[in-house]
T-cell receptor
Framework: DGGITQSPKYLFRKEGQNVTLSCEQN?????MYWYRQDPGQGLRLIYYSQIVNDFQKGDIAEGYSVSREKKESFPLTVTSAQKNPTAFYLCASSFTLTGGNSPLHFGNGTRLTVT | QKEVEQDPGPLSVPEGAIVSLNCTYSNSAFQYFMWYRQYSRKGPELLMY????GNKEDGRFTAQVDKSSKYISLFIRDSQPSDSATYLCAMSDRGDDKIIFGKGTRLHILP
């Protein structure tokens, strides 16, 4: 089955530690995205990538970093500089980076808790 | 004024009722309109995707777009307890890379 796999489902870290969230897709999509979802805030775009070795900041990129070394993979690192890292993180992909012309497909998320 | 407005709910309706979910928007350039369904602790899944104005039907779901009023709706007929979820509207224009999401409406279908 084609889809997007995020791992782990739950992640716990101590404050001050960097943590990397995994996202893999086998949909052969060019574009990949990371969103953060907080109660009452909706989805906020962190980073996105149109092609391998290229990525762009979204609306809330501070304290996060990404890499896109392979088409299938787009890991997100939450650094210690991120002030409020506890959230539900969603990875998504689309066939192309053309806004609404190419709907997003989402993974099932990683819930990160930092204490 | 926010780009996309969506009532957060919760909206509770009895099983079998027709559900109407709505979003308003301010950007007249939006041409692509989507509805996503998100179950608790899961990622959103695409339900409906429409381009420009008009209606689109898929089983018990109907999406309507009224660009003159900047208003989109999702209707669910013969609602089931399994329809209980958060429904997110989303939209984009032709040239922009971003898809803008509403904050979602929580829907409870009461057995």
């Amino acid at each position: 089955d084609g889809g997007i796999t995020q791992s782990p489902k739950y992640l716990f870290r101590k404050e001050g530690q960097n943590v990397t969230l995994s996202c893999e897709q086998n949909l052969n999509h060019d574009a990949m995205y990371w969103y953060r979802q907080d109660p009452g805030q909706g989805l906020r775009l962190i980073y996105y990538s149109q092609i391998v070795n290229d990525f762009q900041k979204g609306d809330i990129a501070e304290g996060y970093s990404v890499s896109r070394e392979k088409k299938e993979s787009f890991p997100l690192t939450v650094t210690s500089a991120q002030k409020n890292p506890t959230a539900f993180y969603l990875c998504a992909s689309s066939f192309t980076l053309t806004g609404g012309n190419s709907p997003l497909h989402f993974g099932n998320g990683t819930r990160l808790t930092v204490t | 004024q926010k780009e996309v407005e969506q009532d957060p709910g919760p909206l509770s309706v009895p099983e079998g009722a027709i559900v109407s979910l709505n979003c308003t928007y301010s950007n007249s350039a939006f041409q692509y309109f989507m509805w996503y369904r998100q179950y608790s602790r899961k990622g959103p899944e695409l339900l409906m995707y429409t381009y420009s104005s008009g209606n689109k039907e898929d089983g018990r779901f109907t999406a309507q777009v009224d660009k003159s009023s900047k208003y989109i709706s999702l209707f669910i007929r013969d609602s089931q307890p399994s329809d209980s979820a958060t429904y997110l509207c989303a939209m984009s224009d032709r040239g922009d890379d971003k898809i803008i999401f509403g904050k979602g409406t929580r829907l409870h279908i009461l057995p």
